[in-house]
């Protein structure tokens, strides 16, 4: 059985005094759930946020890392920096990266090889945009993605998949729960094609709007093992009841 996962991306948010209410507050609501919650605030409140959440059950990862493992690269951060100051996860790969700073696929999977190497634990998104999926290529894109990112990378049960429909990201749009699972079952089946993983036991998120009335839908589908939140992370109420429905999947 998948343990169902919650991941809170906080994107560029928050100061030393909202990190430490928000966090403070999702610490305490969580408690001990049967889901793993893990909250990834900017790299400047990393520390902060390990502090605040040691003796929880709340893990901390970073929204991103370099590519490169050291060297003169102005402004990065290097896998092996993360995984040196305490942080265990780290997102990949996420259409913001891709969109705004030029990611490509290849960078992704050079991010990935390095994640890995450092021994983070690694979630890569992977989702079509509008116009791809008005054009019938969501399954084509979300193909590329997988084969540009995983092919030929070890150690891929450690990998997490986040299926983000870029169209659904901060949009309140999100894809029905049997659009999302009918996809997320596509890559589960990539998976296995493309890096000969065993897509059962590697865990697939959705992400894109989700928010407590809309998860215990998202998450009743067998293959939708928790979620990548975004607006809905900020807010410890809707984190909480997201995190919950997540436990509560069978
Ligand atoms: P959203 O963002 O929940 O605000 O749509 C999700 C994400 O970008 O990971």
Redesign the pocket.
């Known amino acids: 059985m998948r343990r169902p996962l919650v ?1 809170g ?1 906080w ?1 560029m948010h928050g100061s030393r005094a909202s990190v430490r209410q928000l966090l403070t507050e999702i610490v305490r609501g969580v408690g001990a759930s049967p889901a793993e919650v893990v909250v990834c605030p900017a790299y400047v409140h990393l520390q902060q946020a390990f502090a605040l959440c040691a003796d929880s059950a709340v893990g901390v990862g970073a929204q991103d890392c370099s590519h490169m493992a050291a060297g003169a690269f102005t402004g990065e951060i290097s896998a092996e920096m993360l995984q040196d100051i305490g942080c265990r996860w780290v ?1 990949l790969g ?3 990266r891709r969109q705004y700073h030029g990611e490509s696929d290849d960078l992704v999977a050079a991010k990935l090889a390095a994640a890995l190497q450092a021994g983070l634990l690694p979630v890569v ?1 992977v989702g079509e945009t509008q116009e791809e999926r008005e054009a019938g290529e969501a399954e084509y894109v979300v193909t590329r993605q997988l084969r540009g990112a995983l092919a030929g990378q070890a150690a891929l049960k450690q990998v997490v998949i ?1 299926y ?1 429909p870029v169209w ?5 749009l999100t894809a029905t729960p049997g659009e999302a699972q009918g996809m997320h079952v596509f890559i589960r089946e990539q998976l296995a094609e493309i890096a000969g993983a065993d897509p059962a036991a590697m865990r697939v998120l959705y ?5 407590a009335a809309n998860a215990a839908e998202l998450f009743g589908q067998p293959d939708i093992d928790g ?7 900020l807010d410890a109420d809707e984190f909480r009841n997201i995190v919950a429905a997540a436990g509560a999947r069978q």
């Open positions: 991941m991306n994107k997102i996420h259409s913001e998104c986040a983000e659904a990201i901060g949009t309140g992400g894109g709007s989700v928010r979620g990548l939140v975004g607006g809905a992370s």
